[in-house]
């Protein structure tokens, strides 16, 4: 090794091979790594580089010797495959740069690079497969679920019918609740397996989109009454009649964001508006926004919101019940649509949920006027509600306590009836209703709270019974 060479070029410790070989081929320098690698022992100077590379590096019959017939000095990366003392060989990336008239090859060897490379798409396609054929697995699954499902809600339907008698009915009608929220859940998982594995297609179609909303609303009525919510639904009338989309994916989107906001909301409204933002050509962006006064959601949770799986906190799963896999599977479907999803919310207050998705146009929008639909809650036994909200919401005041008369009897009846769902709900109705009642009434109200967690009935009953005595309410 000529220490010259060695002295202009401080790279005897680098990571890399270092060759250096003048215009005759005859390799001058080589550092430590290109020996090691090279499995030389001190004896690769003096070598010609068409040893290291024979197949790229060719002699020429020139006066002065040898002249490599491979593009010399080059700023780019090239692959070749370099020769040990051995003979056997391994594949290199080298760089080469001219220095008057000296060459400087530095290389670098991929083998590993590449036997990571490969090992890493071995992983990625294993993961993959193994991801397809559980997809597949759960898929099949749900679907061999629904039959058995489906039997038994059909059945016990026919027997609803048949049936008078109350006592036997109400088991029955258990029954029915299960075989629908289990038929969800089922339908849930197929969609989630589906969109996962890229198997999911979408099913463009037209469609009357006011009688989409239409039926989107229908589905809700009962949840609406019964929860003495407010509702309106507003359509602007720029969109058209008829647009061309997923019509069944659209609803179900609206769906899911629709029963979440009743699910979520005990006292005040809900509001639905349907909008056109944007037209490009034949399609139209339209833009769906659900507003809720529910219980609002933490800052820190609205990321997980979209994720598989995700509810805010183990609570909710047990109280308000759901997968999590809902505005997951919305996500998806909107990005398949070409739109977007997102939510502003806070703690308490309520929560916006919003979305877009792009459909074909069939014409202009021809309602001349605004759609409104506005559901004010009807005043009978288990559908009445507050008319004057934020009157009912101040402890004390008649409304206030006309409301809570009546969500305490709900309570009752609920809890008569052991539909512990909606005893909740009403019980945190009540809890709203007394935000700031005296600590007295607010010691009363946690323990029945807890005694409806609990499914007690005789805390239950004791608790109401306190509670009219302090609030000094008749007929409960
Ligand atoms: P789930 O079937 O559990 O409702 P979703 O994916 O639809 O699944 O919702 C996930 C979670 O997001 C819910 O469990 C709840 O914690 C929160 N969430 C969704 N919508 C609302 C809302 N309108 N108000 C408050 N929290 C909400």
């Known amino acids: 090794m000529e220490q010259s060479e060695s002295c202009l070029f401080p790279v005897e410790d680098a990571l890399e091979m270092v060759l250096i070989f003048d215009k005759t081929g005859k390799i001058t320098y080589v550092n430590a790594e290109a020996e090691k690698k090279l499995e030389y022992k001190g004896d690769l100077c003096g070598k010609s580089i068409c040893d290291v590379f024979p197949n790229d590096f060719k002699e020429t019959k020139e006066k002065d010797g040898f002249i490599t017939e491979y593009p010399f000095a080059s700023k780019e990366l090239q692959n070749l495959v370099a020769y040990r003392k051995n003979l056997t060989c391994f594949p290199v990336e080298i760089k080469i740069m001219q220095s008057n008239k000296r060459y ?17 798409i071995q992983v990625k396609q294993e993961a993959e497969q193994a991801m397809k054929v559980k997809s597949e697995f759960v898929a099949n699954v749900t679907h061999e679920l629904r039959t058995p499902v489906n039997g038994v809600l059909g059945n016990v339907r026919e027997l609803l019918e048949m049936e008078s008698e109350e006592k036997k009915l109400r088991p029955m009608r258990t029954i029915e609740r299960c075989c629908v929220d289990m038929h969800k859940i089922i339908d849930n998982i197929l969609d989630f397996s589906k969109l996962e594995a890229g198997k999911f297609t979408l099913e463009p179609r037209k469609f009357h989109v006011r009688d989409m909303l239409d039926y989107v609303k229908a589905n809700h009525i009962n949840k609406i009454t019964e929860k003495g919510l407010e509702f309106f639904m507003t359509v602007s009338p720029q969109v058209p009649e008829y647009v061309i989309g997923d019509e069944l994916r659209i609803k179900q989107i609206l769906n899911n964001l629709l029963s979440n906001a009743l699910k979520f909301t005990s006292i005040g409204k809900v ?12 399609t139209i962006e339209l833009f769906f926004i659900v507003i809720d006064s529910g219980i609002g959601i933490d800052k820190a949770d609205k990321d997980k919101l979209f994720q598989s799986f995700s509810q805010v906190d183990a609570s909710i799963s047990r109280k308000y019940g759901g997968t999590g896999l809902g505005l997951n599977i919305s996500k998806q479907l909107v990005e398949l649509m070409g739109g977007r999803i997102g939510v502003e919310s806070e703690k308490g207050k309520g929560s916006t949920f919003s979305f877009s998705v792009w459909v074909g146009s069939c014409g202009e929008g021809d309602s001349s006027q605004t759609d409104i639909v506005h559901l004010s809650p009807t005043p009978s036994f288990m559908e009445d509600g507050y008319k004057e909200q934020e009157d009912s919401k101040q402890f004390g005041t008649t409304e206030n306590l006309e409301a809570l008369k009546k969500n305490l009897s709900k309570l009752l009846l609920c809890v008569e009836m052991e539909n512990w769902e909606k005893a909740e709900m009403f019980m945190d109705t009540i809890r709203q209703l007394t935000e700031n009642a005296p600590r007295e009434i607010a010691r009363v109200i946690l323990r029945l709270k807890m005694a409806v967690q609990k499914e007690n009935y005789d805390k239950i009953t004791a608790g109401c019974e306190e509670l009219k005595n302090l609030l000094q309410l008749k007929e409960v």
Do not use: S
Not at 106 to 117: H, P, Q
Not at 271 to 282: F, G, I, S
């Open 104 to 120: 400087i090859c530095m290389a670098n060897d991929t083998l590993e690079k590449e036997y990571l490379a490969k090992q890493n």
């Open 271 to 282: 509001t639905v508006e349907v909008l056109k933002t944007a037209q490009v050509n034949d």
